[in-house]
């Protein structure tokens, strides 16, 4: 009842001063409102490139051509040649580690259907692709093993090229030219949308790698050879065994550095969140700034309403009332505001958030951790800077109070 009695007289004493209590609680209303906002941006920004690093596929692994050194020089990354289809044949034997594997080439060109024509890459890939990149096709069918083995002249178009090659018919069954060379599209896949970097993934062509090799590049080596880990368990197994398997057929000695690089799915998922981890941490510590401020305001109004009510501080000790109680009558004060900020402040965050996205068009996702840690961030603001301004009207000298005009 005693707590009661003291919340309902700090009501009344804010509500004697509507204006200036509001003005006290709008540092609050907008650190809050900026911390819950600046990390439903920062949350939204790493589901969304986990989505994106999901989107390569499940247990991906990639192997690239490395550096190579000549005179004692080591040039640029990739700048080896030395990875091979024999390369990939023998990490899908030698590797149980390993499930599905896809050799890589990739060319570019202008892509020609009838009267309209489209400048995009060409990659040139195995048949098992599209299961190590979990991306099955929407029209018509993937190429066959066969297919890859006989160098075909078929491809499988990516949803934007589709869509500007063919804009009114179905692609399937229809011929394009690659740098003169006809093909025949048999599918055509499902939208994908952009990958980490930006890119937009529909905006391809997919071809038998074989094809690609002797029709379009005349480029024996493979520029990458992607596959796919048995499980996410095995997937630092899978990368050691290929490692294994590349240096000895690359013939490298112990000292030797690599001529090839692998990386897998997990080592770009650990990278793409570290970058929005600090993200999220910048974000939220500027806004944080916003909380400070407010809750020096609050410090600040506490003590002119202390000195304003010193001679009501007086009448109270003399008719009984201790120390603590005064001291906790300010504090609950100065907790009812940072309180009914926060409360605000939550509201004014998830609305911003919402109007961010749908304006921006940038992901938001508002978690409870969010929402809870700005909370106790602002009691913990009422508490530290509302606790001087109450001590100060606790330790008043009930005489010299009453006294006071």
């Known amino acids: 009842m005693k707590i009661l009695n003291i919340l309902l007289s700090a009501f009344r004493a804010l509500l004697r001063n509507k204006m200036r209590s509001f003005l006290t609680m709008l540092g609050i209303i907008i650190g809050v409102g900026a911390v819950i906002t600046m990390l439903a941006i920062g949350q939204g920004a790493e589901f969304s490139v986990k989505q994106q690093i999901a989107a390569l ?8 051509p490395g550096a190579q050194q000549q005179a004692g020089v080591r040039t640029a990354a990739g700048s080896a040649v030395t990875l091979t289809e024999d390369d990939a044949l023998a990490i899908i034997r030698e590797c149980p580690a390993v499930r599905y594997l896809s050799p890589g080439s990739n060319a570019g060109g202008q892509v020609i259907a009838g009267n ?6 060409i990659q040139g890939v195995g048949s098992d692709y599209l299961e190590i990149r979990q991306w099955p096709v929407e029209y018509g069918e993937f190429f066959t093993d ?7 002249k078929v491809c499988v178009l990516g949803r934007t090229v589709a869509d500007n090659l063919f804009p009114e018919t179905s692609a399937v069954d229809q011929t394009v030219r690659i740098r003169n060379v006809p093909f025949k599209v048999v599918g055509v896949l499902t939208k994908k949308g952009q990958n980490t970097n930006g890119q937009d993934q529909d905006d391809l062509i ?8 002797r029709r379009l590049t005349h480029w024996p080596n493979l ?5 796919s880990a048995t499980s996410m368990n095995d997937m630092t197994t899978a990368q050691k ?12 000695q112990p000292y030797d550095a690599d001529d090839f690089t692998v990386r897998n799915q997990t080592d770009l998922a650990a990278t793409a969140t570290a970058t929005t981890d600090v993200l999220t941490i910048l974000l939220a510590s500027i806004a944080s700034v916003s909380l400070l401020v407010g809750g020096i305001g609050i410090m600040n109004i506490m003590l002119v309403s202390v000195t304003e009510r010193t001679r009501e501080i007086g009448i109270r000790m003399s008719i009984g009332a201790r120390s603590r109680d005064i001291l906790t009558q300010f504090l609950i004060e100065a907790l009812v505001l940072s309180l009914l900020g926060g409360i605000t402040g939550i509201i004014l965050g998830t609305v911003g958030s919402s109007v961010i996205s749908s304006i921006a068009k940038w992901p938001t996702i508002i978690t409870p951790f969010s929402v809870v840690l700005s909370f106790g961030f602002s009691i913990a603001i009422g508490i530290f800077f509302g606790f001087y301004p109450a001590r100060k009207a606790a330790m008043l000298n009930p005489i010299d109070a009453l006294r006071y005009e």
Do not use: C
Not at 241 to 252: D, P
């Open 241 to 252: 065994q290929v490692s294994e398997v590349l240096r000895m057929r690359h013939k490298i």
């Open 116 to 121: 309209l024509n489209w400048s995009t890459g």
């Open 206 to 213: 997919i071809a038998p790698y074989t094809t690609v090799i």
């Open 146 to 152: 066969q297919d890859v083995k006989a160098a075909a």
């Open 223 to 227: 520029r990458s050879i992607i596959m």
């Open 57 to 64: 596929g499940t247990n991906v692994l990639m192997v690239f």
